[in-house]
């Protein structure tokens, strides 16, 4: 399908054209033709899969010239997807007249206030800063007709959900709503109740499975061999650029330090950092200036950073959907990428988790010349064999590979 076909205006072509965009990904081609005739979608798509030009496409082609607003408003769990989206939007929208605005807390309201001021049609918001800006009355929503609730899950997670209900009542009842959410917990689906009318649900490639693009395998490794298994795999692996996820903050600084002690140009985010210090690891990492950047799944969900060849969970994610979603990092876009996952005798109920939740099981490497201290990991193996695994290597005892996943 070609992206003429869809219905949008021309304004919106040309910019598509600009963006070097061939064709429609499965959720553009879903999603655009159902809201531009007007239906509220709930979307289950992985990041990675176009989900933003399937929402913000059709929201413009719909909007017209620039008028009193904001006649859109999309929230955002995070300071850095707003920005995206934000940017995202200024792309789509170049050809039109629209203005679009952001509003994010972390730094100061002067620019908000006067963006505010001057007239917007679309607002890209995080809810505690947009609620900050209602109570003050720098803005009204009694226009809005089109509402966003982007990673609602996460929203959700982040004990945003109250601060979304106290906005979405302050939109017109007569409006388009879409939700994006990779899960539909209880209090998700509820709020899908009262806010959407008759929504249409568009699940997308499932996203319970990781991307086909992604190759993904266990390093079992001892607890206290994590930090130099880590360093050996930079040392022996050929990767360009990675995201190594951690599960907690400390532990992120950790990591981020000893990867400094030892030359890797590595930076981290986390929502300890301040907004700058983010905005900078995040610019210097996409720029090149980095090449490792160290992340908590909270700082790093949605993030649309290109060209990753490898992802590295230094601790195994505890909800399986963050792994689906840490591995998501790479391999987008139909680029081939990599995921590491260092596993530790700990870890053994997240990792059967994460195994039940994508179906699969994950084949467990070795690394050669690495000088492994006993973990009992290593007897996993007698349980059962691993076959039919396709990541290339050496077989070795107990249903283990030698090497790296793939030499690129
Ligand atoms: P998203 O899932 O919205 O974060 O988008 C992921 C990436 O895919 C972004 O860099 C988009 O610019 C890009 N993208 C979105 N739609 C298309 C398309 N139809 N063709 C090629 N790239 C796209």
């Given amino acids: 399908m070609q992206f003429a076909e869809l219905g949008l205006r021309a304004a ?37 899969t176009g ?80 609620l900050d800006h209602l109570s003050q009355g720098n803005l009204r929503l009694d226009k809005t007709t089109f509402l966003v609730l982007d990673e609602a899950d996460r929203m959700l997670d982040m004990g945003f959900l109250p601060d979304v209900r106290r ?17 539909i917990p209880p209090a998700i689906e509820t709020l899908t109740t009262w806010a959407m009318n008759e929504p249409v649900r568009i699940e997308v490639g499932g996203y319970r499975q990781p991307a086909e693009t992604v190759k993904h395998v266990l390093y079992p490794v001892a607890e206290h061999q994590k930090e130099t298994l880590l360093l050996g795999l930079l040392e022996h692996v050929h990767w360009e650029s990675a995201i190594i996820f951690c599960r907690t903050k400390r532990g992120a600084d950790i990591v981020e330090s000893f990867l400094r002690r030892a030359h890797h140009k590595a930076a981290v985010i986390h929502s300890d950092r301040s907004q700058v210090e983010r905005q900078q690891a995040l610019d210097g990492f996409k720029s090149g200036r980095f090449e490792v950047l160290v992340a ?65 099981k994950i084949p467990r490497l070795k690394l050669e010349t690495f000088a492994y201290q006993y973990t009992a990991l290593f007897d996993e193996g007698r349980l059962g064999p691993l076959s039919e695994r396709k990541t290339k290597g050496v077989r070795m005892g107990k249903g283990y590979f030698c090497g790296s996943a793939r030499k690129r």
């Fill in 12 to 48: 919106l072509l040309d910019a598509i054209a600009e963006l070097g965009y061939k064709e429609p990904t499965p959720i553009q081609e879903q999603a655009i033709p159902l809201l531009l005739a007007g239906k509220d979608i709930i979307g289950s798509a992985q990041t990675g």
């Fill in 51 to 130: 989900k933003t030009a399937a929402f913000s496409l059709p929201i413009i082609s719909q909007l017209g010239p620039h008028g009193p607003g904001p006649r859109c408003l999309v929230l955002e769990p995070t300071r850095e997807l707003a920005l995206q989206t934000y940017d995202n939007f200024l792309k789509f929208a170049r050809f039109t007249q629209l203005r679009t605005g952001l509003v994010y807390g972390g730094v100061g309201y002067g620019k908000q206030m006067d963006d505010l001021k001057h007239g917007i049609d679309i607002l890209v918001a995080t809810p505690g800063r947009l």
């Fill in 167 to 183: 906005i979405v009542l302050q939109c017109p009842k007569k409006r388009q709503t879409m939700l994006f959410s990779a899960t």
């Fill in 296 to 360: 908590t799944d909270v700082a790093a969900r949605g993030l649309d950073i290109a060209d990753v060849s490898h992802v590295i969970n230094y601790d195994v994610p505890e909800h399986p959907e963050d792994y689906v979603h840490r591995i998501g990092r790479t391999g987008r876009a139909q680029a081939s990428g990599d995921a590491f996952t260092l596993y530790t005798a700990g870890d053994a109920q997240f990792v059967a988790a994460i195994e039940r939740f994508i179906s699969q």
